[in-house]
């Protein structure tokens, strides 16, 4: 992982850790457990992919990793990322009863959203300043991580904008 920014804030929730963000580019999605190594508890995944042709039992196996290894919040964007977030919501509801959840407070939600209809960079923002874990998770929740998955200009486009997303927060 490469840290591209530290110590982003938002101003609508300004008592929320400060966000440490982070971009990892892999050439397939199997690849993604193992590039990503958070340094705080819980972290955040915008997952920028196109899954329309990847077999939905190996998401899941995905999703069961990374949400083993802390995932507190994901943004799915990219071509049949509604399909993507499914999954992940699957995966944690089965992890929830299986007894395999990370913590026992009700407040503790592993937050999930979509992005089908919104440009990467609008993605983006709402990563950075609407993204945010619940409950006991959003105390420990400090690393944010944007995965593109197989896509070298998703990954040129992040590094151009991340500046501009930080820099110019939008308007309250």
Known sequence: MEKLWDEARSRALPDRPAKTVFLTACDSISELPHKIGPTSKYFGLLLATDTRAVDPSLIDGIAAQLLEAGLAYLCAWGPDCEHLHDIFDE??????????????????????????????????????????????????????????????????????????????????
């Open 91 to 172: 995966a944690d509801l089965a992890r929830e009863l299986d007894g395999n959840a990370s913590s026992d407070c009700s407040d503790d939600v592993v937050m999930a959203t979509w992005h089908k209809d919104e440009s990467l960079k609008e993605a983006l923002q709402f990563f950075v300043y609407s993204a945010f874990a619940t409950g006991t998770y959003a105390s420990e929740c400090r690393d944010w991580v944007i995965a593109t998955i197989g896509n070298p200009e998703w990954e040129s486009e992040v590094r151009s904008t991340i500046r501009s997303v930080i820099c110019n927060p939008p308007a309250d």
